[in-house]
């Protein structure tokens, strides 16, 4: 475990390394990066369809969410990254369900009216379809009170110091690997359907990236 000096940390010696749900992490965002640095280049054409300009405007703040919490965790700003899984699962459920009701791309790009859109547990429920009810509400709810100041939230920035003692951080976090993890999984996720549904709405890369 790095000392709690270090000012910033490099992949070298960031205080997560070595965990699998991390490298799993890393793996996905290499992979997305590839596919979409093929895929990106398509966007520039001139006869896009209303999803496909929808996707070219969604899916990239999806990608930089995703790869902005990557950094935080290394960096042990895991509240912090922890807070962008909402907007991660708001932009990564917005695009599937614009693929799912054609319909529904014209009035995102009429500037939708923000009650009319798809709710949040709508949105969640097209990044999580396969999940068990417990996993779906667990999940639901720390995401509606991470955003907000609440008693609940309170266990999300505890930490463990030095002494043994658990104390709300106000910086880094270097000994929370249980919370490393789960922050890892969920982005993982999110990225993971983000590359897929570029795939859908843009077409297959050139050529198949691993």
């Given at each position: 475990?790095?000392?709690?000096?270090?000012?910033?940390?490099?992949?070298?010696?960031?205080?997560?390394?070595?965990?699998p749900l991390l490298k799993l992490f890393d793996d996905t965002i290499v992979k997305s990066m590839a596919i979409h640095r093929q895929l990106g280049a398509r966007t520039y054409a001139t006869d896009l369809s209303p999803l496909q300009i929808a996707a070219a405007?969604?899916?990239?703040?999806?990608?930089?969410?995703?790869?902005s919490m990557?950094?935080?965790?290394?960096?042990?700003?895991?509240?912090?990254?922890?807070?962008?899984?909402?907007?991660?699962v708001e932009r990564t459920g917005m695009?599937?369900?614009?693929?799912?009701?054609?319909?529904?791309v014209t009035f995102w790009h009429n500037g939708w009216p923000r009650k009319s859109q798809p709710n949040f547990d709508e949105l969640l429920d097209l990044i999580m379809p396969s999940s068990c009810d417990e996993e779906w509400k667990a999940a639901l709810?720390?995401?509606?009170?991470?955003v907000h100041s609440d008693p609940k939230t309170a266990g999300y920035n505890s930490t463990t110091r030095s002494d043994g003692l658990r104390a709300s951080a106000a910086g880094k976090e270097l000994n929370e690997p249980?919370?490393?993890?789960?922050?890892?999984?969920?982005?993982t996720r999110c990225l993971d359907r983000l590359?897929?549904?570029?795939?859908?709405?843009?077409?297959?890369?050139?050529?198949?990236?691993y």
């Open positions: 475990m790095p000392k709690p000096s270090s000012p910033v940390f490099l992949p070298d010696n960031e205080p997560y390394l070595g965990s405007e969604i899916i990239p703040q999806g990608v930089s969410i995703a790869l990557r950094e935080l965790i290394r960096q042990g700003y895991l509240f912090s990254a922890g807070i962008l899984m909402r907007p991660l695009i599937y369900y614009l693929h799912k009701n054609p319909d529904a709810e720390l995401l509606h009170k991470l249980i919370k490393a993890d789960a922050i890892s999984a969920f982005a590359t897929n549904i570029s795939i859908k709405i843009l077409g297959a890369p050139s050529e198949q990236i």
